[in-house]
């Protein structure tokens, strides 16, 4: 059974009032974002503590998804999807979704799911608890590794330049974002958006707030929260967006290559169709 055939078996159950599909599904490390929550869902008992209250809400929910993918490395796959089901007939835009699965012991696990309005804007306000530690935590590992990346395409990013994040997508990258109403399939598609967006996007401070990392093999799933600053010229906050950011990176040829992106704000509203 592919990793898709277990995706749907646990939405019709979702949508016919059983929420534990997914639970089943999970990884005792799993991690869960979607608009209801500020901060990632982390682990399987805070997972299906978060899906008792849905027990019951949805019925007879016919799944429909559009443009499924699976990308597949060693015993990783990224599965990415457009979920349009409307649900007890109030149907937003649809959903963006990306759902990254483990392989262990020939069982597929769910590790990371990224679900949010396909088309969405910034809460009107929104308050995100933030850790603090002193001094700031060191990254070690593969999450220093991908740190370091993530740090000096931002940089660049927030001056107006692109291309550091070109510089680090695979040929075969997948992508969804706030600005694009579907998702963008390889680095040509993406390499068309960001050049609309050259030049264009500036601001002053760049935080990563909470960044963590699953690996399995040569792929590694990052996920951060991160805010983009604007400053006055008396270093005062003249605006914040608060994003969540899910960066699928697999080791090719020696390097670190993403795969797969999935950016969306912090409690993003749908606009309804």
Not at 77 to 92: E, F, K, W
Not at 177 to 205: H, N, S, W
Not at 207 to 219: E, L, N, S, W
Request: with cysteine; hydrophobic share 40%; charged share 20%.
């Amino acid at each position: 059974m592919t990793v898709l055939d277990l995706e749907k078996k646990a939405l019709e159950r979702w949508y016919n009032g059983d929420p534990w599909g997914f639970a089943d599904l999970s990884d005792s490390g799993i991690t869960v974002v979607n608009p209801a929550v500020v901060k990632p869902i982390s682990g399987l008992d805070e997972y299906r503590a978060y899906l008792q209250p849905f027990e019951g809400i949805f019925q007879q929910q016919a799944v429909e998804i559009s443009h499924p993918l699976i990308q597949m490395h060693g015993d990783a796959a990224v599965l990415s999807y457009h979920d349009h089901t409307a649900a007890g007939g109030n149907s937003p835009t649809g959903w963006n979704v990306t759902s990254v699965y483990f392989r262990s012991g020939g069982t597929w696990r769910l590790v990371h799911n990224h679900r949010a309005y396909l088309h969405h804007r910034l809460p009107d306000s929104v308050e995100v608890p933030l850790p603090f530690t002193f001094p700031p935590p060191v990254y070690e590992g593969v999450l220093a590794e991908l740190m370091a990346l993530e740090t000096a395409a931002m940089v660049r990013w927030r001056t107006g330049d692109p291309w550091g994040f070109i510089e680090l997508y695979d040929t075969t990258t997948t992508y969804f974002d706030t600005g694009t109403p579907q998702r963008l399939d390889g680095l040509e598609a993406l390499q068309a958006e960001y050049a609309t967006r050259a030049g264009k996007i500036f601001y002053d401070v760049n935080d990563f707030i909470a960044p963590q990392v699953q690996v399995c093999g040569d792929t590694a799933v990052l996920f951060y929260r991160f805010f983009s600053t604007s400053l006055h010229p008396d270093g005062s906050i003249a605006n914040r967006t608060p994003w969540n950011c899910t960066e699928v990176y697999t080791r090719i040829n020696g390097q670190w290559k993403i795969i797969h992106n999935h950016w969306s704000f912090i409690r993003g509203r749908a606009i309804r169709e």
